[in-house]
Structures are given as structure tokens and as C-alpha cells.
């Protein structure tokens, strides 16, 4: 079912000599049958929200509707939405089969039919084998998956998945993700994810919040905010390895990136600086996959030079700045040695120093 979050605030200890503003007046919606994810480091305010949702924590000030329906001023049982939590919260007394059928008790389900639910989601999440284990003894990555059994079984109008795979090795991490966004969407179910891994993020979720400092950045697809970020945080927070970025000066010629003491480093010739004022203070950004090593437009010393497998990451000093290139094949290049480089002016991203805000952006990728 669709979400709404208006204005909502959370400020923990309000009124005390040390309050903290977890989460600064965000607004969001979530689009029934959608699955989004709540990104940013740790402290962000991302737990905060998710908990806000649930009801486990009391909104300072907003509002939060679920299915056209105010939600914010209900206790958690009656807002109809399941939760999968990062701490698991489960009961110690119960088996890990009655951990995961607890709710179903109340829906008037047959024992038989909640014992075969419990059954196949236990075995979509790899954990038939302890359904009659009790949680104690068993590893954090088990009592996670438990957790996530518990929520995913319930048919609720709102999932919420607090970092739910965070303990699991990358690789049954990797099939898991697959097999819980197909079950998401096969039941139309509406999903918040919490996480601080974007590649997470970008594997199941539609749409992605980074948020950071209590704000939220930019709300949008993977591929807004990879081609289309909102500000410098998103374009060096969002893609690995992040953007480079240089300050630079418009001029009447295009761009000049400049040096830590404001000399003029690189000269970027560009007919039009895309209607940006002469001498305008910017922030150029580029991701690293649109710096070609190899060609003559500029040099720069190379500090670093990582052949991943499949593609090289090359960190090379330049305007005595450090910049990363990927490059598809490996580069025969010593470190310490000098190497050309170069780039299409069509691909930088523009932003504004000041306030970081993007002001044009490059090609899409
Ligand atoms: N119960 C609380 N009382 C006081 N401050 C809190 C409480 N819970 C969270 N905070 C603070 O609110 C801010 C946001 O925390 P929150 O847990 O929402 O962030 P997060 O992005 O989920 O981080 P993590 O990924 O580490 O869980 C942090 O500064 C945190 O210390």
C-alpha cells in the first residue's frame, strides 16, 4: 500500500541541554507495490525514520499516512505492517518455526497452512534445517534470517527491513537478495529497506533516499542518482569509486580546475560553459569511468595502479589532487611514472561551490 511521510521529524531528548535532530522534516512517498531504500552512513537517520514508520518511536512533528490512512498516533500492532529488525528480536523461549509463525497465530490460520508458510519461506532464506532450534546458540547470521522470515511471512499492507542481510557472507547474501525482491514483488507487497550498502540498494530497490545528516539528499531511481545526482554529497557518496572532484573557476574559455593554493592546474576548453557566469566558483565532478588514460590532454603521476580482475583502478596525482580512472585493461605504467590523460568536457558534472547544489550535468552513462 502507498506511504506517505510529510514534514517528519524525530529529535531525541527534545527540550534536554542535548537534544539530537535525527531526521530533519522529510518528506516521502512510496508508491504501492514499490520497493525503495532508505541509504547513508551510519548516524544518518535512516533507523530513526524506519522505527518512526513502525511506531516504535513517536514522530516530533509530521505526519505519516499508510493507504490514505494517518498511522503516525497508532501503536505499532494496529498499523498493519511488519517489520524485520536489525537487532532480530526474537523470543528466546519459542523454536525458530514459532518465532517465524508467531503472527500468524492471530489471523485465524489453520495450523496446517502456517506450518507449510513457515516451511517455504524458512527454505526461500536457507533455514529449514534449525526450524526446531530455539535462537540461543544459533549464529547472527541464522537469527537475521529468522527475522526476515517473520516479516516476509505476514501479508501486511507495509514490509520494513532493517539492514536484513548485513550478517550474511557476500555470497548466499547475493541469492538471497534475488529470491526476497522476487517474493516482494510476486505478492505486490510494499517494502522499506534499510542500508548502508549501496550495492544492496541497487539490487532491490526501485527507488533509493540517501539521506545524511537527518536530510534527505535526493530521492530517485539508481540511474538518477548515479547520472543526475542533487549535490556533491550524492555524486561522491553514490558509485564506487566515488566521482572526482576539483574546484574550478568558469571562464570566458570553459573551465579551470584549480590547485590546493588556487593556481590554475588544468585548462578545460568548452565553447559554451552551459550559461554559467564568467567567474563563477564550481565544483567540476567526473566518475572515474570517464577518465581515459592514454591520451595527451593532460599528465599527472601515478600513485596507484589496482587490476581488479576485470578492470584496472588507476589513482593518479594530478593539479596535486588525487584522481581515479577505471580502465578496461591493465596499464603497463610504474608507479611514480607519468601518464597522459584526458576526458570529454561533456561528461563533467557542474556544482556549486558554496552550496554544493549541481548545477549541469555530464552524459549520461
Ligand atoms: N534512542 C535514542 N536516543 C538518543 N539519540 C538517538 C537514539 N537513537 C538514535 N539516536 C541518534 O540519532 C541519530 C540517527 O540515528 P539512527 O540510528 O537513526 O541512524 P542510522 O542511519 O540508522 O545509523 P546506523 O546505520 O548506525 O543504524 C544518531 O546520531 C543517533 O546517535
Redesign the pocket.
Known sequence: MSLNLESVS?I??EGSRHP?H??RTMDLEVKDGEIIA?L????????????MIAGF?TVSSGTINLAGRRIDHLAPAQRRVAMAF?GYALYPPLTIAENIGFALRGDRTQAATASAQVKEVAELLEIGPILNRRPNGLSGGQQQRASLARALIRNAELHLL??PMGQLEPQLRAVLRGRVKARIQERGYTAVL?T?DQGEANAMADRIAV?EA?VLQQYGTPAELRDRPANLFVATFFGEPPMNTLPGIVTEAGYDALDAAGAVALRIPVAAPRGLAHGRRVVLGLRPHRLHLGRDDYRGVMVSNQWLGDQAHVAIEATGRMLIAIHPTRIAARLGETIGFGFDPDDLHLFDAESGAALAHGAAS
Open positions: 524525530k531525541y531528548g539530537v535525527a531526521v532508505l547513508g552512513s551510519s548516524g544518518c537517520g535512516k533507523t530513526s525514520t524506519l522505527r518511536e536489525e532493517d539492514e534499510v548502508h539521506m537527518g
